[in-house]
């Protein structure tokens, strides 16, 4: 095995893992750190295959755009130490079983197909040309999905004030209803009163 096949199975292993661990944390933030790791494993492996532009682009979006914004709504519900309730045992079926189902249609997929490689030459595009066909109009432009990317940002950012924002019959934390009965049971003090001083008369010459 070479040296090139041990990283990729490297990086693939980190991404499988810490996606595992990000949908099976009891804790919000943690989930939203083990996100982050697998995000950054994918970048990883755009670097393996050499499409810097590509890693680069989903460092800035992923990593730094939709995980970040997640982790500061996680911190504004101040909620990132809680842990979450454990998912409904038909949900966790569901979840095993679409996740089985995906692996056997991969394996499906790689098996019937040989995925054989259509020419040597090595992938060599400077970015300026990726630029220039990700903002072109015509007809293999890709000035859609790069509009679709930033709509994604925008969502991302009005589910982070969504999920801030309070109920509006929702108290804050740490505040009490005091009721008659509360009153009534709670021991009372002596009531004081302290008369004010008297405030001196002004007469005004006319």
């Not at 943690?30 to 995000?39: E, M």
């Not at 970015?127 to 925008?154: C, D, K, R, W």
């Not at 108290?171 to 008659?180: F, L, N, R, S």
Request: hydrophobic share 55%; net charge neutral; charged share 10%.
């Amino acid at each position: 095995m070479s040296a090139s096949a041990i990283i990729f199975y490297a990086i693939s292993a980190f991404i499988l893992g810490a996606g595992l661990l990000a949908v099976t944390s009891q804790k919000i933030f943690r989930a939203a750190i083990w996100l982050l790791f697998s995000l950054v494993g994918i970048a990883a492996l755009y670097f393996w295959m050499q499409v810097e532009f590509i890693a680069a682009v989903q460092i800035i979006v992923y990593v730094g755009g939709i995980v970040i914004l997640i982790i500061f709504s996680i911190f504004l519900t101040q909620e990132s130490g809680k842990e979450m309730p454990k998912p409904v045992l038909k949900r966790t079926i569901f979840s095993v079983l679409a996740a089985l189902f995906g692996f056997g249609f991969t394996y499906n997929l790689i098996d019937k197909y040989s995925f054989r490689a259509a020419s040597t030459k090595p992938f060599n595009v400077s970015v300026s040309e990726i630029g220039t066909q990700m903002l072109s109009t015509s007809e293999h432009g890709y000035i859609l999905p790069f509009e679709v990317v930033s709509i994604l940002l925008l969502a991302s950012m009005i589910g982070c004030i969504v999920i801030a924002m309070k109920a509006p019959g929702e108290k804050p934390a740490g505040e009490k209803t005091v009721t008659a009965e509360n009153i009534q049971d709670t021991p009372t003090s002596p009531l004081v009163v302290i008369p004010s001083a008297p405030q001196p008369l002004i007469i005004e010459e006319v």
